[in-house]
């Protein structure tokens, strides 16, 4: 090639190139610009602009952000869940965990099979999560926000995180599991940890995550073997024993599961509750509203939940070729279905960005759709009604100071990580 060929070549190469990085910048951002934490809603919008379906290079695969398109694809038979079989990622993944044992890939959770195996695991967990089950918990987590606010009396400004809305859904996902509480709070770490998982761009995050996967894991190994002998009242020693047409749940089976409900615990419901509760706060006469009429605090939430979704997006893997709307997805392309995206769709609710607890029925995805829909979510509703309401009984004059929000680093996870409140005269 001459030079002046050549130059030219490496000048198109490289325009070609920054294009491409350009357009993977503008939403991969979405998983690694940590400048984008105070609120990925703009860039999603901006994306909105230039399709619902776009390509991107850097996840080698695809992102979708339209309502219709995220929930189609969520019960499309032709996307799998089990994302951890890609071939790029078990390369990022193993050489993270330089030569540790990597169970998310060894021994994939719930949420990461496909059926026949899905069906089977959801079939044995569903028998612990029926709603009459987690409706008989309302006295229970009733006192235990009780309790949780009573130790924040008398302050005149309460961190409603530290003090409600991380302690009261990881208390209650391990008195339900059995774990005693003096070694609780080992699993904030851990649970920490593996949504770093997520961090699939950081061979450090992705390590870190590998570890407090197999800590927890060796945890709970020990918990198994202690309730095989000593069988209690809690979820693990009823998914020891449920059956179902003769099949129960083999030991890595079960360690998967409770990793899932443990980090669930922690990283979900803590984030909707104050989501909620800040947007309430920002909307006075909203805030108002629900306290005379307590019935519109189940909207709040779900409009809480639709604004502010905890899980921001969910990842698919395509097995084999197939079109989709005049788009290849090719085999082994990953899919990044935008949760954040589709409960702000302006061709499906009007009035996208704000916020109205009079909103018109409208089904945001923020538990998932399809076969995977979230287990959790009755207890998550239910977690989050008993905080809000004994928050707003406690405090009929709650404000909300002027603060510096920081929002969680996390690419998948949205919630704020503090959030003072000023409680007025009780
Ligand atoms: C506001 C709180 C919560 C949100 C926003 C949420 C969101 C989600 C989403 C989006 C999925 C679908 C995953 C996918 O399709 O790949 C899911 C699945 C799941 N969630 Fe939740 N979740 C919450 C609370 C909980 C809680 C409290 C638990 C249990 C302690 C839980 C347990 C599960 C389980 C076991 C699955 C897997 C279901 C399956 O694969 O069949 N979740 N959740």
Redesign the pocket.
């Known amino acids: 090639m001459s030079t002046a060929i050549s130059k030219v070549y490496s000048w198109s190469m490289q325009a070609g190139l920054q294009a491409m990085v350009m357009m993977d910048r503008l939403w991969g951002n979405l998983i690694i610009d940590p400048s984008l934490k105070a609120s990925p809603h703009p860039l999603i919008a901006r994306l909105r602009l230039k399709g619902n379906i776009l390509r991107s290079y850097m996840i080698n695969g695809w992102a979708v952000i339209s309502h219709e398109d995220v929930k189609a694809l ?1 019960r499309d038979k032709r996307l799998s ?1 089990e994302v951890f079989e890609s071939a790029l990622i078990q390369r990022v993944i193993r050489s993270a965990a330089q030569g540790l044992v990597t169970p998310i890939i060894d021994y994939p ?5 496909d059926p026949p195996d ?1 069906t089977r ?2 079939k044995l ?1 569903a028998q612990s ?1 029926t709603s009459r089950f987690i409706q008989s918990l309302t006295p229970k987590i009733n006192a235990l926000v009780s309790a949780l606010l009573d130790e924040a009396a008398g302050n005149e400004e309460v961190e409603v995180m530290d003090v409600l809305a991380r302690p009261l ?1 990881a208390i ?2 391990a008195e ?1 599991l059995g774990v005693p509480a003096e070694e609780r709070h080992y699993f904030e770490q851990w649970s920490a940890a593996l949504i770093k998982y997520a961090e699939i761009l950081s061979a450090d995050a992705i390590h870190e995550a590998v570890l407090g996967d197999l800590a927890m894991r060796i945890y709970l190994q020990e918990l198994v073997d202690l309730k095989r002998t000593h069988p209690g009242q809690d979820l693990i020693s009823a998914l020891i024993e449920a059956e179902e047409d003769g099949d129960k749940l083999d030991i890595e089976e079960l360690l998967s ?1 409770c990793t ?3 980090v ?2 922690h990283e ?2 803590t ?2 509750i104050s989501s909620c509760l800040w947007l309430l706060l920002q909307h006075p006469e909203q805030l108002a509203e629900v306290r005379s009429d307590r019935s519109l605090l189940k909207n709040a939430i779900e409009e809480a ?1 639709r604004l502010e ?3 921001l997006a ?3 893997l395509v097995p084999e070729t197939f079109d989709y709307k005049g788009h290849t997805f090719k085999k082994g392309h990953l899919v990044l279905l935008s ?1 954040a995206g589709a409960n702000r769709d302006p061709n499906v609710t009007p009035n996208p960005d704000a916020f109205s607890i009079h909103r018109e029925a409208f089904e945001h ?13 009755p ?3 239910l ?2 009604e008993a905080a809000l309401n004994q928050l707003l009984d406690r405090y009929p004059k709650l404000t909300l100071p002027e603060q510096d929000l920081v929002w969680s680093d996390s690419p998948f996870f949205r919630g704020l990580e503090q959030l003072t409140v000023i409680a007025g005269s009780e």
């Open positions: 969520l869940s959770n719930i949420v990461n099979l899905h695991l959801r967990a999560f859904p209650v996902i339900m599961l899932v409900l443990l669930a615990g979900t419901t984030r909707l939940l979704p905890p899980v969910l990842s698919r949760i995805l923020s538990f998932g759709h399809g076969i995977h829909l979230c287990l959790g979510m207890l998550a509703r977690e989050a």
